[in-house]
């Protein structure tokens, strides 16, 4: 089982937001300036965008993106004492995340836009690591798109001993959505973020939950969601 992190579990754009001004900052010499979406991207390919945007005169080239990476985990690392005050775990993400780990042959982990060290800094501020097994998650730490990221957890999930279990990623947000369905996972959506519900099904989410207070109905979403795509093929 598959969380997208940021609105979907929890929220700390403002920490980030800051963050990501001083590593662009530091970075290029430049103020940032314009920001773009943060949904469904990971922050390699919002670096890029960051330099378009705000008419950087430097070639964002992989060693810079490098840069940007490890000035934002060091950015974000020197906030994280903020998180509690600046931040918000989603109503009920702790239990369903603790319901889910108890299913029985369940492999519980993130795909995240972040770098590893930050994704992992967001859910302990929270208390939401210790639901999930950060060791075969997807991270924004390097320049693949989502979709990527969730086969390549899926193939490791594979050599552990998932080879003919369904993924399912839980999101609030369209692009992850479609991230899923390329990924080879079943997107299940969540009413955290400013999606509707039915930009999420006309994305393609399989299933609709209005937030994650309900455990049960998370689990069941689960059920459903994997033995509709087994009984599909």
């Excluded at 990476?69 to 906030?79: D, I, K, N, P, V």
């Excluded at 590893?116 to 075969?136: I, Q, W």
């Excluded at 609030?172 to 039915?198: K, M, S, Y």
């Amino acid at each position: 089982m598959l969380w997208n992190v940021d609105l979907t579990l929890l929220d700390v754009g403002r920490v980030m937001r800051a963050a990501y001004a001083e590593a662009f900052e530091k970075v290029t010499g430049e103020p940032l300036v314009y920001l773009t979406s943060t949904a469904g991207r990971t922050d390699s390919e919002m670096f890029f965008e960051f330099c378009a945007r705000n008419y950087v005169d430097i070639e964002p080239d992989v060693d810079t993106l490098s840069q940007f990476l490890s000035g934002l985990e060091t950015a974000f690392g020197a906030r994280v004492g903020e998180l509690a005050a600046k931040g918000r775990v989603m109503p009920g993400a702790a239990a369903s995340l603790a319901a889910v780990a108890a299913m029985p042959d369940t492999l519980q982990t993130v795909v995240s836009g972040s770098p590893r060290e930050v994704a992992t800094a967001k859910l302990a501020a929270f208390g939401l690591d210790t639901y999930v097994n950060l060791a075969v998650g997807g991270y924004g730490s390097v320049n693949y798109p989502k979709s990527t990221l969730i086969q390549s957890i899926r193939l490791h999930a594979a050599e552990r001993m998932f080879a003919d279990s369904e993924t399912v990623l839980f999101t609030d947000n369209v692009p992850d959505v479609r991230a899923a369905l390329i990924g080879g996972a079943v997107p299940v959506g969540v009413l955290n973020g400013p999606t509707t519900e039915g930009q999420l099904r006309e994305a393609g989410a399989r299933l609709i939950l209005p937030d994650l207070t309900d455990p049960r109905a998370v689990m069941s979403a689960v059920h459903q969601a994997t033995t509709d795509s087994t009984t599909a093929r």
